[in-house]
């Protein structure tokens, strides 16, 4: 279940970040609200997801997860440029994730 609420904190993020981009600096009221409803409800699930998950996991998950994932949105549905240097940080990233996750962080 912990794992589960971090799912739902890092999509909470996801579906946020990107209504940013058609936000329009705030000036577009459903972009806006989703922005806000977003990140609320990422935090609130994050802070739950952190009963059961110590912070240095899931930060590393939420964050990392979180970016990796914007990236990609990024790169295949907003028009971004992608090269070699942007996928190896993008890779590093994930390196960084697993690394933690492997580390056996402890409670």
Avoid: D
Avoid at 12 to 17: D, L
Avoid at 23 to 41: I, N, Q, T, W
């Amino acid at each position: 279940m912990p794992y589960l609420l971090l799912a739902l904190a890092i999509s909470s993020e996801i579906c946020a970040t990107v209504s940013l981009k058609y936000s329009e600096g705030f000036s577009r009221l459903l972009p806006s609200l989703v922005v806000v409803v977003g990140y609320g409800l990422s935090f609130v699930f994050l802070a739950q997801a952190l009963k059961h998950i110590p912070v240095s996991t899931a930060y590393a998950i939420w964050s990392g997860a979180g970016t990796a994932v914007v990236a990609g949105i990024g790169f295949a549905f907003l028009g971004e440029g992608i090269n070699v240097l942007k996928l190896a940080g993008i890779a590093l990233i994930i390196a960084g994730v697993v690394a933690l996750n492997l580390g056996g962080a402890s409670h």
